[in-house]
C-alpha cells in the first residue's frame, strides 16, 4: 500500500530521494501534487535527471522501506512516462494516461510485479 491515506507532510516528501523496486535511484521528489476534487496528495513530482526533466508518479505507489522511498517500477518506466512543465493537477485525460502508463486504476494499487 502506498502513501495515498496518512501521507507524510508534503515538506517531508519534498527533497527526498526515490528509487527503483532494483534499488536504483530514480530521481528527487520535487513537489507533492493534490487531486483538486478531493485535495488528497495523488503525485508526486520527480526529477529524473541532469536535464531537469520532471514526471508524476501515483502517490498511492510509492512505500516506504525503513528511511527508504521505494516505488515498484524500473527508473525507465518513470522517465518513460510524459514529463510536466508544471506543478498542476494532471487534466482527465492526463491522468487516466498517467495511471494507465504505471498499470494502475485510479485510486488504486500498482499492478507491476
Not at 526515490?18 to 501534487?33: C, H, K, P, Q, S
Not at 506543478?87 to 494516461?97: K, L, M, V
Request: proline fraction near 8%.
Amino acid at each position: 500500500m502506498g502513501l495515498n491515506r496518512g501521507c507524510p507532510a508534503k515538506e517531508k516528501l519534498i527533497d527526498r530521494t526515490l528509487f527503483a523496486r532494483d534499488g536504483g535511484e530514480i530521481g528527487v521528489i520535487t513537489d507533492v501534487i493534490a487531486d483538486p476534487s478531493t485535495l488528497e496528495p495523488e503525485w508526486v513530482a520527480v526529477r529524473t535527471g541532469r536535464l531537469r526533466r520532471e514526471h508524476l508518479v501515483p502517490i498511492a505507489a510509492v512505500e516506504h522501506h525503513g528511511e527508504t522511498l521505494v516505488v515498484p517500477f524500473e527508473r525507465d518506466d518513470v522517465k518513460q512516462a510524459p514529463s510536466m512543465k508544471t506543478h498542476i493537477a494532471p487534466t482527465g485525460s492526463e491522468r487516466i494516461s498517467l495511471y494507465q502508463h504505471f498499470g494502475i486504476s485510479p485510486g488504486g494499487d500498482p499492478q507491476h510485479n
